[in-house]
């Protein structure tokens, strides 16, 4: 769907294993930007482009006019299907340079994350043209230009983009949602990147990965604080529950606060112990 004259959203709906009895439902946003060249934020899933291809063919353009591939992180749901772009349009990679490993190692990243499900996910590795750190402003086009900002937590190498001449934030899986699976390395570096996020002003679009995109600088704000309030009571319910047991075992601290947090029990899984994990050195 078009958003505002050059920003397009197109939602990547997914599905993760996460036994042979339980199959979780997921969607993933991508974005499009159409200048004179066609410019993408992250990829979706393996078979994504086709999606994707369909969908610029629809809009009156050719998909070969992709020349830039911006990954917001290394994650399935946002790599998954570079392999394929990058082969049929010839872009250009941009990444963080602690994203590059999972990146261009694609049995690394399983082997560290072993996501359920990962080698349907993800379609094999691509090489990261340009590494980005942070604070560093990408001339897309003459008049697309995008400042990118590091914003770990969720992963080390997660950045946000901001595009000012739309007047656009792109946050990738920065924003915690509210109610939504916990899943992030770091809680203290994800309050870290929301305030940093927070501080960005002339925002009056906010694109994030797992919700469809917000309008307004006001609801943009009251956003992000909801974010920063569920991770508060997330933090909260991990160290109550810490606090109680004598002897700490992560998995029986995930599945109490997952029970705590009324998520269902297919949230208490390693990757959300994680997260979880990462609130006792926060104390």
Not at 79 to 96: D, Y
Not at 112 to 132: H, I, K, M, Q, T
Request: charged share 20%; proline share 7%.
């Amino acid at each position: 769907m078009q958003i505002t004259e050059r920003i397009h959203a197109l939602k990547i709906p997914f599905t993760v294993p996460v036994s042979p009895e339980i199959k979780v439902d997921r969607f993933a946003f991508v974005y499009l930007i159409f200048g004179e060249k066609i410019h993408l934020i992250d990829s979706g899933v393996a078979g994504a482009e086709a999606t994707i291809r369909n969908y610029i063919q629809q809009q009156g353009r050719l998909p070969e006019a992709v020349s830039s591939l911006l990954l917001t992180h290394a994650h399935p749901d946002h790599i998954g299907s570079a392999q394929s772009i990058t082969a049929r349009t010839g872009c250009t990679v941009f990444a963080h340079r602690l994203a590059r490993d999972w990146i261009e190692n694609t049995e690394q990243q399983f082997k560290e994350r072993p996501v359920p499900g990962f080698p349907s996910l993800v379609e094999g590795p691509v090489p990261v043209d340009n590494l980005v750190e942070g604070g560093e402003t990408i001339a897309l086009e003459e008049n697309i230009h995008c400042t990118v900002f590091h914003t770990p937590g969720h992963s080390n190498g997660s950045i946000s983009l901001l595009f000012e001449e739309d007047q656009s934030l792109f946050t990738g899986d920065a924003l915690v949602s509210p109610g939504d699976l916990p899943m992030y390395d770091d809680i203290s570096t994800c309050f870290e990147s929301i305030d940093i996020l927070k501080q960005i002003e002339h925002v009056e679009h906010l694109f994030s990965s797992w919700e469809p995109p917000i309008r307004g600088l006001e609801t943009i704000r009251r956003r992000m604080d909801a974010s920063t309030a569920y991770l508060e009571r997330i933090h909260t319910a991990v160290l109550e529950n810490a606090n109680r047991e004598k002897v700490y075992d992560p998995a029986a601290l995930c599945q109490k606060t997952v029970k705590d947090l009324g998520l269902p029990p297919s949230a208490a899984n390693p990757l959300v112990a994680k997260a979880f994990a990462s609130s006792l050195s926060r104390r």
